[in-house]
């Protein structure tokens, strides 16, 4: 028999389960929870296993065709010379970048936070997250367009009789094209750590004697290292694994991590290969995430 | 604190930085204007002659067809998924509730080509052909944090005496949720869907492995650039997909501030985040 409401609708089935959920809140969370978590689980996860398991098998050269025993050879070929090196290289790239980034950020984000008026601030966080989503494969190849021999960069240093620098497919040219693409993750992030340091901690500063610059190095700049750690997961990360800058910005002998495991799906047709190789920045990236922890990092998102 | 000479060369460097964001974009939107059919500088005559040239390729519109297929679903199944996961992260404390953001938004900060490989793998390991249905799974993993982060921002905005009071008054769970939830978060709902479809749309990394034979329009771009064909309409189709990309994030930044588009966990996570000043 339906119960009538105060409202005087009477209570069906569907308002007494929405009721019941609604008391018990950890049903709801685990109705809300689990579809997203079992995406998660199935689709991410079980991939991730798939190409733990994929690494270990191998690929018979003479058909091409998928081995399905158990040999480490792949991750054992990963330690000889010639991937160390790639690794290393790529490593470097990313190092690189990831300090090219911090040094334009810094100051970047220290006007929006310190000088700029509000409106200035709001504007400057459009124009920053604006290249972030704009479109990742445009911005790489307008950098084509600019490094190239007949292109802006070359011209441009010519008419100002500076000679031609003539750095288009080389590792400079990805050096650029890397700060260019990841640097709206770095404002982002030192941006948010100093817009949390309080005025009065940079006032007790100067009241306690330190100059400008001493406050800089040792208030403002120890605060928002956070910030550039978190940051910097980023723009490592993401340099480690890109195989777009390297096959179109990067010269013919430039090999990097990503463009290694592209190369080894498309011609080589090797995926047991590519998916070991795929655990390098993996395994890079735990060990850095655990050392931005240590150092804060988590707290500065 | 700052003296004039610092602020002077702060405004400098921000003025430089702003320069090295916007020059490349000014450029290749330049190039799509440009007459010729080789990409030298300066242009010496301007035209929009490439964009019908473009728009009639038919490779470029199947591959673009696709993209807003693969695109659209990506962008249903992350806003399903996403608030879910918002739903139930905002509604309940318990144990791994930082994990459950940390793992959502892993897809999106290690390295696409970790997905990529790890999705073929698994494609090849289950024996499932490569076709749009494939790219959609993709691109739905690396979405769903975006729709997340922007509806769990503004679940912690909402004041919870607003569902309380709606119980209060006889409403049931579900019309709490029709007539007072969804309406609240109606804005950060649509600029999440936005924001993903515009992730989706221009992705090509992911996209390079879990696609089949068939292009979406950045894999149709990626593949012309390296083979150094049909340049001009790479222009064209390139500037397209920036203002694609743009206008969501646009309408993201008036619907629901700026502060929703920073892609990790940013303004999320902290829960007494001061709040953008909504756009005038």
């Known amino acids: 028999m339906a119960v009538t409401s105060a409202l005087g609708r009477s209570e069906t089935g569907t308002t007494r389960v929405s009721a019941a959920l609604w008391r018990r809140g950890w049903a709801r969370a685990v109705l809300t929870l689990s579809p997203p978590l079992l995406w998660f689980l199935v689709v991410y996860f079980a991939s991730l296993v798939a190409m733990l398991i994929t690494a270990l098998w191998s690929v018979n050269p003479f058909t091409n065709n998928l081995v399905h025993s158990w040999t480490f050879s792949n991750f054992r070929e990963i330690f000889t010379g010639t991937y160390l090196t790639i690794i290393g290289r790529t490593l470097g790239m990313a190092a690189i970048v990831t300090v090219t980034d911090a040094v334009l950020a810094l100051p970047f984000a220290y006007f929006m936070t310190r000088v700029a008026s509000p409106r200035t601030r709001k504007l400057l966080f459009t124009l920053v997250v604006l290249p972030l989503w704009a479109s990742y494969l445009a911005r790489v190849y307008a950098w084509i367009v600019i490094l190239q021999n007949g292109g802006t960069l070359n011209w441009t240093f010519q008419h100002l009789g500076l000679g031609s620098p003539n750095i288009g497919y080389s590792n400079v040219a990805m050096w650029i094209v890397f700060s260019y693409i990841w640097l709206p993750f770095m404002i982002l992030p030192v941006y948010g750590a100093l817009e949390r340091i309080p005025d009065s901690y940079i006032e007790a500063s100067g009241d306690l004697g330190a100059r400008n610059l001493r406050t800089l190095f040792r208030v403002v700049l120890p605060l928002a290292f956070p910030g550039v750690v978190a940051g910097s997961i980023f723009t490592f990360s993401l340099t480690l694994g890109d195989f777009i800058t390297p096959l179109l910005i990067g010269g013919s002998s430039s090999n990097f991590i990503g463009n290694v495991i592209y190369s080894n799906i498309g011609l080589a047709n090797n995926l047991p290969f590519a998916a070991a190789l795929a655990f390098v920045p993996i395994v890079i990236m735990i060990i850095y995430l655990t050392i931005a922890r240590f150092l804060g990092a988590f707290e500065a998102f | ?280």
């Not at chain 2, 591959?63 to 918002?86: D, E, P």
């Not at chain 2, 318990?94 to 938004?105: A, H, K, N, P, Q």
């Not at chain 2, 969804?182 to 879990?210: K, N, Q, R, W």
């Not at chain 2, 743009?246 to 920073?262: E, F, K, M, S």
């Open chain 2, 1 to 280: 604190m700052e003296s004039r000479l610092t602020r002077v060369i702060l405004r400098v460097w921000v003025v430089g930085v702003l320069l090295f964001l916007f020059i490349p974009i000014a450029t290749i939107v330049l190039f799509a204007f440009s007459k010729s059919n080789i990409l030298i500088w300066p242009i010496h005559a301007f035209s929009t002659k490439w964009f019908p040239i473009a728009w009639h390729d038919a490779q470029v519109r199947t591959a673009l067809w696709l993209s807003i297929k693969a695109a659209l679903f990506a962008t249903a199944i992350s806003l399903v998924l996403g608030s879910a996961a918002a739903f139930g992260v905002h509604r309940f404390r318990f144990f791994g509730r930082e994990t459950i953001s940390l793992l959502l938004v892993l897809p999106l900060a290690l390295p696409g080509i970790i997905t990529g490989i790890a999705l073929k793998s698994a494609f090849n390991f289950a024996g499932i052909t490569l076709s749009l249905y494939t790219i959609v799974i993709g691109h739905a993993t690396f979405c769903i944090v975006v729709v997340y982060n922007n509806v769990l921002a503004r679940l912690r905005r909402v004041s919870a005496s607003l569902t309380e009071a709606s119980m209060d008054l006889g409403a049931n769970g579900w019309q709490t949720f029709r007539l007072v939830l969804l309406p609240t978060l109606s804005t950060a709902l649509i600029s999440g869907a936005l924001l993903a479809f515009a992730l989706s749309f221009d992705e090509v990394i992911v996209t390079t492995f879990t696609a089949g034979a068939q292009n979406t329009l950045p894999l149709w771009v990626f593949g012309s650039i390296r083979l150094g064909q049909q340049l001009p309409e790479v222009n064209v189709v390139v500037t397209f997909v920036l203002l694609v990309t743009a206008i969501p994030v646009a309408v993201a930044a008036r619907l629901t501030g700026a502060r929703g588009l920073t892609r990790s966990s940013a303004g999320t996570v902290r829960e007494a985040a001061p709040e953008e000043p909504s756009a005038a």
